[in-house]
Nanobody
């Protein structure tokens, strides 16, 4: 059974940084992608970033480009999201997701992902 466990969330002041981790267990992902999504209260889940396990594709939402960096450690089956210059509007529950689907896939779309973590809260104070 595949499990994704996020960690690293917390409370930070605007301009600060956090690094989220997503550890996958139950399966070694050698293909497909890992993604990060977030959901603020009363809002829909939105795409943040994605990275293929092969490393040939990365994607970022316009709202986080230049501030967030996604990376992976294949040996640890873990994906990271380094978040810098955080803003109050980044406040949300952050979810990681995984898919083994390959090819011409839109990794910014939630429906592509089969596996989801339970989320970690990120709160940015002004």
């Amino acid at each position: 059974q595949v499990q994704l466990v996020e960690s690293g969330g917390g409370l930070v002041q605007a301009g600060g940084s956090l690094r989220l981790s997503c550890a996958a267990s139950g399966r070694t992902f050698s293909s497909g992608a890992m993604g990060w999504f977030r959901q603020a209260p009363g809002a829909e889940r939105e795409f943040v970033s994605a990275l293929t396990w092969s490393g040939d594709r990365t994607h970022y939402a316009d709202s986080v480009k230049g501030r967030f960096t996604i990376s992976r450690d294949n040996a640890k089956n873990t994906v990271y999201l380094q978040m810098n210059s955080l803003k109050p509007e980044d406040t949300a529950v952050y979810y990681c997701a995984a898919t083994a689907v390959v090819g011409l896939v839109d990794f910014t779309t939630p429906r592509v992902y089969r596996y989801w973590g339970r989320g970690t809260q990120v709160t940015v104070s002004s």
